[in-house]
């Protein structure tokens, strides 16, 4: 898929799939501190997960339409990839632009540490990392897999053992139990959270969207949940349970996936 994009038309909406309202054992306690404990989580929303990351071309559609510069020296030339190096307020601001894009309610409000999230309109957002979590295990269909979509992550993951030292177009390897790619391996994935090494023993057991202040601010910009490893980590941190934190303002190996809440009237 070309780079080129028309800024003057309105770019198509992403395939995206149905993830029913359900409970879940979140964390994995055999895993690093901030994983643990498991525990169970309800999810009460009913969501819809982009089938893959958000692209290069369709980020390049933004960057056109609003004057944004591009990181094109670590895309290469292929629309297909997931975007590389968007850092987690520019993705915000994808999802509202997209949002109005299609006449859709923006979720995103405020600014700075200040920035709220309506989880209950009707636009395009970031997931919390709990619905990040429930969609990467399959929703209700989940067979209980370590990867998204198999026990055997050569299966449904690119990192470090299969990707040869490069990202891949999503869709490339087989899509977890409700037909989403990548949510292990290829490109970390922002999530909308703060970031805290004891999030689960703190956590909300319905619907839990992080900690509600900043626990920890660094020169870059507070730190923020990022989830599904790359293409450059080991087998460990491609797991769905596998935590992992980035600088909000820092764009680092960072791409995202398009979450909706379906609200009742639609």
Excluded at 49 to 66: D, G, H, I, L, M
Excluded at 187 to 213: F, H, K, T, V
Excluded at 235 to 249: G, T
Aim: proline share 8%.
């Amino acid at each position: 898929m070309p780079l080129a994009a028309a800024a003057e038309e309105r770019p198509p909406a992403p395939r995206m799939v149905m993830v029913e309202p359900g409970s879940f054992m979140m964390g994995d306690d055999k895993g690093s501190p901030d994983q643990i404990p498991a525990h169970k989580v309800t999810i009460t929303r009913t969501l819809l997960a982009a089938e893959r990351k958000v692209s290069v071309a369709e980020y390049a559609a933004f960057c056109a339409a609003t004057g944004r510069p591009t990181p094109a020296s670590r895309w290469g030339d292929d629309g297909d990839l997931p975007a590389i190096g968007v850092d987690w307020r520019d993705a915000l601001a994808y999802c509202d632009w997209l949002s109005a894009q299609h006449g859709l309610e923006p979720c995103y409000a405020g600014a700075g540490n200040a920035t709220l999230c309506d989880f209950d309109a009707g636009g395009y957002r970031l997931p919390t990392e709990a619905e990040w979590e429930w969609a990467a295990r399959g929703g209700r269909l989940s067979k209980g897999y370590g990867y998204a979509g198999s026990d055997d992550p050569l299966a449904v993951a690119w990192f470090d053992e299969n990707s040869g030292g490069r990202m891949h177009p999503a869709g490339s390897l087989a899509p977890n139990e409700l037909g989403l790619y990548d949510f292990s391996g290829n490109l970390y994935e922002w999530c909308w959270d703060y970031y805290s090494r004891n999030a689960y023993a703190e956590a909300a057991a319905m619907d839990p969207a992080g900690p509600a202040m900043v626990p920890k601010a660094t020169p870059r910009g507070p730190e923020r949940v990022r989830r599904a490893g790359s293409w450059r980590e080991n087998r460990e941190s491609v797991r769905i349970s596998f935590r992992a934190r980035d600088n909000e303002n820092y764009p680092g190996d960072n791409g995202f996936r398009l979450f909706r809440t379906v609200r009742p009237a639609q």
